[in-house]
């Protein structure tokens, strides 16, 4: 059974950072698309950043791009999502996914497994 779970949110001031962990077990991940999303609320779940579990390319969202940085321990099957300079709209629940080759790394119904989500709050 695939289980991604979710660790690292918390409350942080504008301006800071925090890393993200999604800790992946249940199978071999070496063909998944590994990804982040948020939802804020009131909003609908959008895409945050990409990787392919066997590949160094990696794939973000405007918003983000040049604040956050996903990468992967291979060892330890965890995906991290490091956040920097963080503004207050990108308080979110943020969640884990994993999807099979095939489909837009961008889309939401493309994706498998998710984990149950973290809290991030960043204020001002």
């Known amino acids: 059974q695939v289980q991604l779970v979710e660790s690292g949110g918390g409350l942080v001031q504008a301006g800071g950072s925090l890393r993200l962990s999604c800790a992946a077990s249940g199978r071999t991940f070496s063909t998944y698309c590994m990804a982040w999303f948020r939802q804020a609320p009131g909003k609908e779940r959008e895409f945050v950043a990409a990787m392919w579990w066997s590949g160094d390319s990696t794939y973000y969202a405007d918003s983000v791009k040049g604040r956050f940085t996903i990468s992967r321990d291979n060892a330890k099957n965890t995906v991290y999502l490091q956040m920097n300079s963080l503004k207050p709209e990108d308080t979110a629940v943020y969640y884990c996914?994993?999807?099979?080759?095939?489909?837009?790394?961008?889309?939401?119904?493309?994706?498998?497994?998710w984990g149950q989500g973290t809290q991030v709050t960043v204020s001002s």
């Open positions: 996914a994993a999807k099979l080759l095939g489909g837009s790394k961008y889309d939401i119904d493309m994706y498998n497994y």
